[in-house]
């Protein structure tokens, strides 16, 4: 098993344009996360999904977009970059929901600057 | 929504000495995990721990959901010890289950 995966792990946009941060899991996750981590800062949830055609939104969502056609994907995106999306953004997957087994699995990250 | 509080923020240790981190919670939660971030930016996976206590060589924690409170416990410190340790937890709110994070407790244990 890879676990979880983040593609890129580095990149510098500049202001305005977009990209998508790519998060694929081969363990059979139901429930997939994306999260961002500031400088010093605790993580804060952007998207999650509970299964595939299923996302909502967490704490920050403004400024991304996410879906989840398969079980195995979901990439973050972002249409119009700004300085306040320099972070680190973490994609993490569980089993199931609460009441099952719930250990997070993470992704190693991507380091995203805007400038 | 469910407030999340570790103390201490900050933490400097002599390699070989114990401490205790704490996760304070506002509300009921399903479920509470530990992790630690090292130095890369790596999060690694400490504890799944609702309820009770468990153990893992150097690290044990306890979760007492009644009061609201978990506690990581270090022993013996080590220099890779060092890091930011993170408490999360996963309720039931608007919306479904969500996951929050605790700001975290930096450790950094001496040589």
């Known amino acids: 098993n890879a676990g979880v995966t983040q593609t890129p792990k580095f990149r510098i946009l500049k202001i305005g344009q977009s990209m998508t941060l790519q998060c694929t899991q081969d363990?059979?996750?139901?429930?997939m996360y994306w999260y961002r981590q500031d400088p010093g800062m605790g993580l804060k949830l952007i998207y999650y999904?509970?299964?595939?055609?299923?996302?909502d939104k967490g704490e920050v969502p403004n400024g991304y977009n996410v879906s989840r056609s398969t079980t195995e994907d979901f990439p973050l995106r972002l249409e119009l970059a700004a300085p306040s999306q320099t972070s680190v953004y973490f994609c993490?997957?569980?089993?199931?929901?609460?009441?099952?087994?719930?250990?997070?699995?993470f992704g190693p990250g991507t380091r995203l600057t805007v400038l | 929504g469910i407030q999340v509080e570790q103390s201490p923020p900050d933490l400097i240790l002599q390699e070989g000495a114990n401490s205790t981190l704490r996760c304070n919670f506002s509300?009921?939660?399903?479920?509470l995990q530990w992790f630690h971030q090292n130095p890369w930016g790596q999060l690694i996976n400490l504890f799944y721990?609702?309820?009770g206590t468990k153990q893992n060589g150097r690290l044990s924690a306890t979760t007492v959901a009644t009061e609201r409170y978990s506690l990581l416990y270090i022993s013996s410190s080590q220099t890779t010890d060092s890091g930011v340790y993170f408490c999360?937890?996963?309720?039931?709110?608007?919306?479904?289950?969500?996951?929050?994070f605790g700001a975290g407790t930096r450790l950094f244990v001496k040589a």
């Open positions: 993490a997957s569980t089993h199931g929901a609460s009441d099952y087994y719930n250990e997070q699995f």
């Open positions: 363990m059979n996750h139901n429930y």
């Open positions: 999904s509970v299964g595939a055609g299923i996302t």
């Open positions: 509300d009921s939660v399903n479920n």
């Open positions: 721990i609702p309820s």
């Open positions: 999360a937890v996963t309720a039931l709110l608007t919306g479904g289950f969500k996951t929050i």
